[in-house]
């Protein structure tokens, strides 16, 4: 290896644990902030089934502690975390995602004290203690935003299921006005279906219907039994591109260290084990409902536009070998927790 090689082998590791040793810092730090009564509502313990509860839709018995309940400075101190994980654009999303709630309060016409639409109901969870030499995890979650963290020592070991959503996908009027918050999603995903040829087309349109939902929804265990669609060996080269630059895109919702071991992995389990798959309309208009899939070995994202008059985009990536972490995980906590009781 040549010593530019070994520079950016080097960088590449230094930002690695740097970010990781920022992630420990961080959320060390966030606790810190919490009162005890705080603390107490947003810390849970790493091996609880309460770490496996994933859920998108506008709740009011999520656990954890709400952005409504957070100062200033601890929700900054908050914001501070994602962005050790995320990406600035992925984190500035989040918060555009939120302030959708208030466009959904006006249009829905609902009262002042109805909080069923609240920018502040996202919670954040922190499983296990935070640590050089811990097992730990947390959680941020609420209407149309879900992203679960899991950690080894200082190393970030999973960042699935992650959840972005938007509705109204296009604000049609008011100061939000023509605001599309995941406008790059739906316009590579169409731009990747166009540039097919006919015969490639015909392969990857799998219905001319979409689901009125993503299929894995909010299930502990993403399953989609049979690929379908188009698999990557059957591209053209300069398709098959588009479709890596495609998975790039949800991938670098987070930062470039993670989304470079979740791209070897999807590697090494074998860049022709993909697939893309299209259902529903190929134009791009209210009304028309329409939904892509991604699939391979170890991953499944998902785009799905049919609800609200085609208006409403629900995107999911799920690692299906590291989804909260995954089972080896959770099995070296019980190793390490159980050794740490006997002494």
């Given at each position: 290896?040549?010593?530019?090689?070994?520079?950016?082998?080097?960088?590449?590791?230094f930002i690695t644990s740097v970010k990781s040793q920022d992630m420990v810092t961080k959320a060390t730090t966030f606790l810190s902030l919490l009162d005890s009564a705080q603390h107490t509502k947003a810390f849970y313990p790493f091996d609880?089934?309460?770490?496996?509860?994933?859920?998108y839709v506008p709740l009011d018995d999520r656990k954890g502690i709400s952005y409504n309940e957070l100062s200033l400075p601890q929700r900054k101190a908050l914001m501070v975390l994602l962005e050790t994980c995320l990406t600035e654009q992925t984190v500035k999303k989040i918060n555009a995602i939120m302030l959708l709630d208030n466009v959904l309060k006006e249009i829905e016409h609902r009262k002042p004290e109805d909080h069923y639409r609240d920018t502040g109901k996202y919670f954040m969870t922190i499983f296990g203690i935070p640590g050089d030499s811990t097992i730990w995890g947390w959680r941020f979650e609420?209407?149309?935003?879900?992203?679960?963290?899991?950690?080894n020592k200082k190393e970030l070991v999973a960042g699935t299921p992650s959840f972005l959503g938007s509705n109204p996908a296009i604000v049609q009027e008011g100061i939000y006005k023509n605001k599309e918050v995941l406008k790059e999603e739906t316009d590579e995903g169409f731009a990747m279906l166009h540039a097919l040829t006919p015969g490639e087309m015909k392969l990857a349109i799998i219905?001319?219907?979409?689901?009125?939902?993503?299929?894995?929804?909010?299930?502990r265990q993403a399953l989609i039994e049979h690929p379908a669609g188009i698999p990557y060996y059957q591209l053209s080269p300069a398709h098959q591109q588009q479709l890596l630059q495609l998975i790039g895109l949800y991938l670098h919702r987070y930062t470039k260290p993670f989304a470079a071991i979740m791209l070897k992995e999807i590697q090494a389990a074998g860049l022709d084990k993909l697939w893309f798959s299209w259902a529903g309309y190929t134009t791009h208009a209210l009304g028309k409902p329409y939904y892509y899939r991604i699939q391979g070995p170890t991953i499944i994202i998902e785009y799905d536009n049919s609800q609200n008059n085609a208006n409403h985009i629900h995107t999911v990536i799920r690692d299906l070998k590291n989804d909260f972490g995954g089972d080896l995980l959770l099995q070296?906590?019980?190793?390490?927790?159980?050794?740490?009781?006997k002494n």
């Open positions: 290896m040549n010593r530019c090689c070994l520079l950016i082998a080097f960088c590449f590791l609880t089934t309460e770490r496996y509860r994933f859920n609420g209407h149309h935003v879900a992203f679960h963290f899991s950690a219905d001319s219907l979409a689901p009125k939902e993503i299929i894995t929804l909010a299930n070296h906590y019980r190793e390490e927790h159980g050794k740490a009781i």
